[in-house]
């Protein structure tokens, strides 16, 4: 089992910035991919970025250049930084981790974090 547990957060102002950070504990040794979704109110829960074990990154189209993903291998952490928000940045923001256990991938996910981005 790993679990998830997501910080950050909140309300901003368009152009602003903002840092998620997710831990992760347990069977951290099985974990081989992180990644941050986000669900908008109506849509379905969308990759925003992701990155595996050798650090290959890839975002959504639409946050390149803007959103930057990080992990620490020492601190078990994901983050998320995120610049230039847009109101279009709005949603529930998923810490997503991958762990590869016999013979299988699980998902794991965390309990979500809301963003909020004010026009």
């Known amino acids: 089992q790993i679990r998830l547990v997501e910080s950050g957060g909140g309300l901003v102002q368009a152009g602003g910035s903002m840092r998620l950070s997710c831990a992760a504990s347990?069977?951290?040794?099985?974990?081989?991919?992180m990644a941050w979704y986000r669900q908008a109110p109506g849509k379905e829960r969308d990759l925003v970025a992701g990155?595996?074990?050798?650090?290959?990154?890839k975002y959504l189209e639409a946050v390149k250049g803007r959103f930057t993903i990080s992990r620490d291998y020492i601190k078990n952490t994901v983050v998320l930084q995120m610049d230039s928000l847009k109101p279009e940045d709005t949603g529930v923001y998923y810490c997503?981790?991958?762990?590869?256990?016999?013979?299988?991938?699980?998902?794991?996910w965390g309990q979500g974090t809301q963003v909020t981005v004010s026009s």
């Open positions: 997503n981790a991958v762990g590869y256990v016999n013979s299988q991938y699980l998902d794991y």
């Open positions: 347990g069977n951290i040794e099985s974990i081989n991919y």
């Open positions: 990155v595996t074990n050798g650090d290959s990154k």
